[in-house]
């Protein structure tokens, strides 16, 4: 038998059919060819979060009911995988399975599986967000809160009865906005729902792609809202770069884009920092905050293929304010250290 060394080699050799999604900074489909890439280390993990790659496998049998695993694995300083751990993976699904891939998997030695040293766990608004997507992916009916969700967003129940609503029904219901018409609905009850809701639903937003009528209801509650709300609505427009660059660009005039601020926009706004002026403003924001916050951000966001380039520019842009030249000295003196 041939070598596997690949994830994707071992399940086209066990038959399976398989999607893969990343979880790290916002859940996405990664497309089958650059994934291959990926793994084949001709290309970088495209989101890698605090030095890892963590996506999700989802795959099946014939008509079986869909498995998946949750991986996080290193990346080395190119941001490629580092393939020692995802030798190591392998070798040990290979041994769970008593070196045969194309034998069917017992749920025995799923759980096995589902339990190994490389697994994570996404937190709940992102495990809601991938269950929904999955089952819309795959055709399945969504989950049993779905219902009362629809009900509660169409304001067919009181709006205080919104603990009554799980987070998985929201994400359903959201993954289904265009679908089955809930995006009205949604628009309708936005701006008077209780700010659970409304922070309930955007963490659902920020994974997904949001047409003009809604995004123009999030820019104007991020405008109106008050500054410890504010991330909320940002981050619900991470899929709109354009309406992101002006956001920052409005929350810098204001002298708003605090540590929260950047925090989010380095973790799920991240794409708007591709253009020169909306980076200026987060590197200058950013060089207020203490050195070790600065080095711990930039750190995170120049491993992002996308930026790296742009980023390792402006380290030595002589167009800059004395406060990131010293931000930027520090920088240097902790990576050489």
Known sequence: MTEITTLSQFLATANTQFQVYDLGRRVQNIDMMAFHQIESLVAPYPYPIQGHAQFAIVFWQQSQQ???????????????????????????????????????????????????????KPNQHKLAIFNALVKKQ??????????????????????????????????????????????????NILPQAPVEVQAALCSCFEHLPIEQPLADVLVTLLDQSPVEYKGLFLKALASNTKLSQQAIHRLNAQDQLDETMLITIAARNWLALKDDTTRKFFLEALAKQPQSFFNQVFADIVAIPSLRNALLTDLRNPDRSEQLSLAIGGLFKATSL
């Not at 392998?90 to 891939?101: N, S, V």
């Open 138 to 187: 795959l055709g399945e009916q969504a989950s049993n809160q779905y219902e009362i969700a629809a009900q509660y967003l169409a304001g067919h129940m009181p709006p205080q009865q919104w603990q009554q609503i799980g987070m998985q029904g929201l994400a359903d219901v959201c993954v289904r906005m265009s679908s089955f018409d809930h995006q009205q609905d949604i628009i």
């Open 66 to 120: 869909p498995y998946i695993w949750f991986i996080k694995l290193a990346l080395d300083e190119q941001g490629l995988l580092s393939p020692a751990p995802r030798q190591q993976f392998i070798k040990m699904i290979l041994e769970a399975l008593g070196r045969d891939p194309t034998q069917d998997l017992t749920d025995e030695q799923q759980q096995q599986l589902a339990n190994h040293p490389f697994s994570f």
